[in-house]
């Protein structure tokens, strides 16, 4: 159970919200621009101050960064971003940046770690030249796949995927989709996919909540949401989709 309150200026960006992610699933948290779908997001990752409410992981209580040092928190969820460029140090070669997790939680050699890195850019589709270049020498589908191997690393639990393929081309959209999708059947991650997108969240997600003005209004199966959607907010949003 997550439940944020987040306020600014004494308005509440997030009220009330209250949904669970199970092992394995894709949650899709899905609403426009100004919704509170990002803030959640980040206010689970530790990026956004809970003013109430709490936020639990496996049955402890994460709301608080000490809470999180107790446990495996920071390894355990990860998070992709949207700006694939702005969350690259581009100062950094790949190698780097992809290993920078595995530096902060694993102990691992020189050369374990060269070997873990290359085998996540194989995940993702990269070569291995890839290795010593820096952010600006690919493309927005390439970086938004480095991000991704950095994001799963550490064999992560829960990776908050916040508009991951909203900046990209379509064609390109669903290589990374389908590469986010293979690396969860093969280590059983869960997602939190945020996005404005229900085209891109049918195709991803398992469940989805619909959020409106710091609220979530619906939630239900991807079936339930798509088939039978109860709320006139919903309703609207697939007849935009639809049009």
């Given at each position: 159970r997550r439940i944020f309150n987040g306020v600014v200026d004494n308005v509440r960006a997030v009220d009330g919200v209250s949904f669970e992610i199970q092992p394995g699933e894709t949650f899709g948290l899905v609403g426009e621009s100004g919704s509170g779908k990002s803030t959640t997001g980040r206010a689970i990752i530790g990026l956004e101050k809970v003013t109430s409410g709490e936020i639990t992981f496996?049955?402890?209580?994460?709301?608080?960064?000490?809470?999180?040092?107790?446990?495996?928190?920071?390894?355990?969820?990860?998070?992709?971003?949207?700006?694939s460029f702005s969350s690259l140090n581009p100062r950094k070669r790949i190698e780097s940046?992809?290993?920078?997790?595995?530096?902060?939680?694993?102990?691992?050699?020189?050369?374990?770690?060269?070997i873990k890195v290359l085998q996540l850019m194989k995940i993702v589709g990269l070569s291995p030249d890839a290795l010593y270049k820096y952010p600006h020498q690919f493309s927005g589908g390439q970086r938004q796949r480095i991000g991704i191997a950095r994001a799963v690393a550490t064999n992560p639990k829960l990776v908050i995927a916040d508009e991951p393929v909203s900046a990209l081309?379509?064609?390109?959209?669903?290589?990374?989709?389908?590469?986010?999708?293979?690396?969860?059947?093969?280590?059983?991650?869960?997602?939190?996919f945020i996005s404005h997108?229900?085209?891109?969240?049918?195709?991803?997600?398992?469940?989805?909540?619909?959020?409106?003005?710091?609220?979530?209004?619906?939630?239900?199966?991807?079936?339930?949401?798509?088939?039978?959607?109860?709320?006139?907010?919903?309703?609207?949003?697939?007849?935009?989709?639809?049009?």
């Amino acid at each position: 159970r997550r439940i944020f309150n987040g306020v600014v200026d004494n308005v509440r960006a997030v009220d009330g919200v209250s949904f669970e992610i199970q092992p394995g699933e894709t949650f899709g948290l899905v609403g426009e621009s100004g919704s509170g779908k990002s803030t959640t997001g980040r206010a689970i990752i530790g990026l956004e101050k809970v003013t109430s409410g709490e936020i639990t992981f496996e049955g402890h209580d994460v709301t608080s960064h000490k809470d999180r040092k107790e446990i495996d928190y920071d390894q355990d969820v990860q998070m992709i971003f949207q700006d694939s460029f702005s969350s690259l140090n581009p100062r950094k070669r790949i190698e780097s940046i992809i290993a920078e997790p595995l530096k902060n939680f694993e102990n691992l050699t020189p050369e374990q770690e060269k070997i873990k890195v290359l085998q996540l850019m194989k995940i993702v589709g990269l070569s291995p030249d890839a290795l010593y270049k820096y952010p600006h020498q690919f493309s927005g589908g390439q970086r938004q796949r480095i991000g991704i191997a950095r994001a799963v690393a550490t064999n992560p639990k829960l990776v908050i995927a916040d508009e991951p393929v909203s900046a990209l081309d379509l064609s390109v959209q669903a290589q990374v989709l389908n590469f986010m999708k293979k690396i969860q059947r093969n280590m059983g991650v869960s997602y939190l996919f945020i996005s404005h997108d229900l085209g891109v969240v049918r195709h991803m997600c398992d469940r989805i909540a619909i959020m409106n003005r710091g609220q979530i209004v619906e939630i239900g199966s991807r079936e339930d949401i798509y088939k039978h959607p109860k709320h006139l907010y919903t309703q609207r949003l697939l007849e935009r989709i639809q049009a």
